[in-house]
């Protein structure tokens, strides 16, 4: 059974940068495609982006295209979230888990199961 544990949040200025990171445990071959999702506090869950299990099919969410650029390494079971030009309002708890199918525009009910973790807290600030 697969796992995620989220890392690399922070707080950030914005117009500042973080990364953050997926590592995937419990992988016997591959781990399929991969989504990252938000939850802003009073908020729903939302979809950030998306990455198929080859890499070859990628979405964002309309309010992230140009400042976030999503990247998976199979070697290192690792999905990356680079966040460039932040803003206040991607202030949330990001979680990635692994997705029936990367599709627009990201819908938390494509997520394979209902354990999102703990997530990793972005606070963007000045």
């Known amino acids: 059974q697969l796992q995620f544990v989220e890392s690399g949040g922070g707080l950030v200025q914005p117009g500042g940068s973080l990364r953050i990171t997926c590592t995937v445990s419990?992988?016997?071959?591959?781990?399929?495609?991969i989504g990252w999702f938000r939850q802003a506090p009073g908020k729903e869950r939302e979809g950030v982006s998306c990455?198929?299990?080859?890499?070859?099919?990628?979405h964002y969410v309309d309010s992230v295209k140009g400042r976030f650029t999503i990247s998976r390494d199979d070697a290192k079971n690792t999905v990356y979230l680079q966040m460039d030009s932040l803003k206040p309002e991607d202030t949330a708890i990001y979680y990635c888990?692994?997705?029936?199918?990367?599709?627009?525009?990201?819908?938390?009910?494509?997520?394979?199961?209902?354990?999102w973790g703990q997530g990793t807290q972005v606070t963007v600030s000045s």
């Open positions: 419990g992988v016997t071959r591959d781990f399929g495609a």
């Open positions: 888990t692994a997705i029936l199918v990367c599709i627009y525009p990201i819908p938390p009910s494509t997520a394979l199961s209902d354990d």
């Open positions: 990455i198929s299990s080859t890499g070859g099919n990628i």
